[in-house]
């Protein structure tokens, strides 16, 4: 069973940087893609960003277009979040989750999933 460990949470302000990465261990060899998702209270979890392992085709929510690159690193089984001009709106528990099937842009085809790290931007 493979465990992930997020870690680059953090509390920053609206425009600066952060970059979230995950760790992937166990049961990597036939995942089929790795995905960022976050949840703000109240709200329901929602895609962030999602890559595939083999040929590495991404996708991006629309509200993150542009300000966020998803990219992976196979010899460490790691996938990375790069996040800029971050907005209060941003703000949210972000959790790495692994797919075994192709259809790897919702969230519903995610099976594991990562304990989360908070990113907190303030205005």
């Known amino acids: 069973q493979v465990q992930l460990v997020e870690s680059g949470g953090g509390l920053v302000q609206a425009g600066d940087s952060l970059r979230l990465s995950c760790a992937a261990s166990?049961?990597?060899?036939?995942?089929?893609?790795m995905g960022w998702f976050r949840q703000a209270p109240g709200k329901e979890r929602e895609i962030v960003a999602a890559?595939?392992?083999?040929?590495?085709?991404?996708y991006y929510a629309d509200s993150v277009k542009g300000r966020f690159t998803i990219s992976r690193d196979g010899a460490k089984n790691t996938v990375y979040l790069q996040m800029n001009s971050l907005k209060p709106e941003d703000t949210a528990v972000y959790y790495c989750?692994?797919?075994?099937?192709?259809?790897?842009?919702?969230?519903?085809?995610?099976?594991?999933w990562g304990q989360g790290t908070q990113v907190t931007v303030s205005s």
């Open positions: 989750a692994v797919t075994y099937s192709a259809r790897f842009t919702t969230t519903s085809s995610y099976t594991y």
């Open positions: 166990g049961g990597t060899r036939s995942m089929y893609a």
């Open positions: 890559i595939s392992w083999g040929v590495g085709y991404a």
